[in-house]
């Protein structure tokens, strides 16, 4: 208990660490997840079979290995990002978005076929369909997935603490190797780091969840 | 062949811009793919490094490698192979104690305890195996799988379990049978099925997680990989052929049981509506993911959908036909609050079911 006092500053400077990166890497792979979503809906065949590809692979790869593209493969071309969160950030981006860009759609794919008729059969294009009909309802649907995204999101952050990134993880091998007979303190503190960024998300999800729910 | 509602069947005007297009897009791709291999070439991507393949430098042999490879996805499988069983095994106890325990403690402990080890990065769980139970890499590996994955199956479970009708469990007590009985002769075979599309996809993920092994020093593929290259050396240089390699192991076999899901998942709801004498006729929900709907999975029904003549047999997913039964009004309007609420379980449960 006294490591886990005395070692705080180690825990917190982890617990902010893995906070603005699961921040910075959210926002951006909820703006690419839903270019991608766009992609994928899109009347545009080439576009289409992109964003489809895109999703399709990242899904099935698993994230260490695109961790370690960036690490070891990346600087092999002569494209060298800045090691620890950079490329954190990147690797991190690339994955989530395909999963952004799944809940985005499935979101659309909730939304009732007779709405996208009733906007075509007042005249709509596919874009005012989309953005005035659609979206707005599939956003709604969308919003406790994409929450889970968020949370899955947190907890992958840790794989950076394989390719030389501090963040809580990282902190805990460190502080294990260090005090090795308060392990398991160390590890339930750090966990209730982690369970303070995922179980406020959990609470808001369910909420919306029922909310929409309702609605519906 | 429009795939989806939302835009219409082309007319000639539209056809002449989607022609427009798609040649604008597919030349924009071409051109992007054709200066990265490019760039690829000029950084001598496709040089003699292939050879590492066919023919390693240092006196080694290429069967010597790829026996090395085979040995890391050896390891690889042996760890998921390990984990999955034990995973499912404690993910089911767990989700028939949350169900069929009269005792409200030993539930509730059974929430936290699921709740608990699935907010947890799987990391963590196999750092904690490793550095302070000190086990070796492949059980740590295994640990953190099996603590993680087990805590998500009975998530899935008990997703599955609530989205049944109430009148199974009803059944089953009212003929004399105990919670615990009802839950593992009636419900638990239900709700296994319809979630087996769930569960299979929750085996992906396991399966991609073992390669968080390399971070805890187990030698599966990647680490395999990362000896490799760095024991022929040459700064990296033979990195991209051993990656692309690997890569494209993980994700031809993701690949490969990601659709067996999709197959069990249309299996299912085909033949599940079709009526096998003793089926009911509705279990909860059809698939995790709501299928109705716009821009999805191209709707098969499409033009004909709500035509009687040619949609005849069909069922669009987004307009059910109901089942109507004599006396059922009362009944109808109760199992379509519990469709909705199935619905959103079964969402639950899907999304627990996914790692990302």
């Known amino acids: 208990m006294t490591t886990f006092i005395e070692e705080f500053g180690a825990i917190w400077g982890g617990f902010l660490a893995t906070l603005s990166l699961t921040a910075l890497s959210g926002v951006l792979s909820l703006a690419i997840g839903t270019l991608l979503a766009t992609m994928r809906v899109s009347p545009v065949g080439p576009l289409r079979t992109v964003g489809t590809a895109y999703v399709e692979i ?13 690490v070891f493969v990346l600087p092999t071309l002569g494209i060298v990002p800045g090691l620890g969160f950079q490329t954190a950030l990147l690797a991190l981006t690339l994955y989530t978005s395909a999963f952004v860009c799944e809940a985005l759609r499935s979101g659309v794919n909730s939304v009732g076929i007779g709405q996208a008729e009733a906007a075509r059969s007042i005249g709509l294009t596919f874009g005012q369909t989309l953005s005035q009909v659609v979206l707005p309802q599939a956003w709604r649907t969308a919003i406790p997935p994409l929450i889970s995204v968020l949370i899955a999101l947190t907890k992958n952050t840790s794989v950076a603490a394989g390719f030389a990134y501090m963040e809580l993880v990282a902190v805990q091998r460190t502080l294990m190797t260090k005090h090795p007979q308060d392990g398991l303190f160390i590890f339930f503190g750090i966990a209730v780091m982690y369970l303070a960024i995922t179980i406020p998300l ?9 909310k929409v729910a309702f609605a519906r | 062949m429009s795939a989806s509602v939302l835009y219409d069947a082309p007319g000639p005007r539209a056809k002449r811009l989607d ?100 907010g947890l990065p799987v990391l963590m769980l196999m750092f904690l195996a490793k550095l302070v139970f000190g086990w070796s890499p492949l059980w740590s590996v295994v640990f953190g799988l099996v ?78 990989i990362k000896l490799n290259r760095d024991y022929f050396g040459e700064n990296g240089r033979y990195t991209i052929p051993l990656f692309v390699v690997g890569a494209s192991i993980y994700i031809l076999i993701n690949l490969l049981v990601s659709r067996l899901a ?92 996914e790692r990302w």
Not at chain 2, 185 to 209: N, Y
Not at chain 2, 273 to 296: A, D, L, M, Y
């Open chain 2, 19 to 118: 022609r427009t297009l798609n040649w604008v897009f597919s030349l924009a791709l071409l051109a992007v793919a054709g200066y990265i291999a490019y760039a690829f070439a000029q950084r001598g991507v496709f040089d003699d490094r292939w050879k590492i393949l066919t023919d390693p430098p240092k006196n080694q042999e290429a069967i010597t490698v790829w026996r090395a490879l085979g040995r890391g996805l050896g390891a690889t499988l042996t760890a998921a192979a390990i984990a999955a069983p034990i995973a499912i095994a404690a993910g089911s106890a767990v989700a028939i104690v949350r169900r069929g325990v009269t005792s409200t403690l030993t539930r509730r402990a059974g929430t936290v305890l699921v709740e608990f080890s699935r």
């Open chain 2, 262 to 353: 999709t197959f069990i998942e249309r299996r299912l709801r085909e033949g599940g509506s079709r009526g096998k004498g003793i089926e009911p006729p509705e279990i909860g929900p059809t698939g995790p993911i709501p299928q109705s709907g716009v821009g999805g999975p191209a709707r098969e029904e499409g033009a004909a959908a709500g035509d009687p003549v040619f949609a005849a047999g069909r069922r669009p997913e987004s307009h059910p036909i109901p089942q109507r039964r004599p006396g059922d009004a009362e009944e109808e309007r109760r199992r379509d609050a519990l469709n909705s609420r199935a619905e959103i379980e079964a969402n639950r449960g899907r999304r627990g079911g």
């Open chain 1, 58 to 70: 990242v899904r099935n790869t698993p994230l260490t290995l695109i961790f370690f593209g960036f």
């Open chain 1, 202 to 210: 959990g609470i808001l999800a369910s909420r919306v969840e029922k």
């Open chain 2, 147 to 224: 603590v993680y994955n087990a805590a998500v199956v009975a998530e899935i479970l008990r997703a599955g379990l609530a989205a049944l009708p109430k009148g199974q469990r009803e059944a089953g007590l009212s003929i004399g049978l105990s919670t615990m009985r009802t839950t593992l002769l009636i419900e638990l075979p239900q709700a296994v099925r319809i979630m087996l599309p769930a569960l299979i996809s929750q085996m992906v993920v396991l399966l991609k997680d073992t390669a968080l092994g390399y971070i805890v020093a187990y030698e599966e593929l990647l680490r395999v």
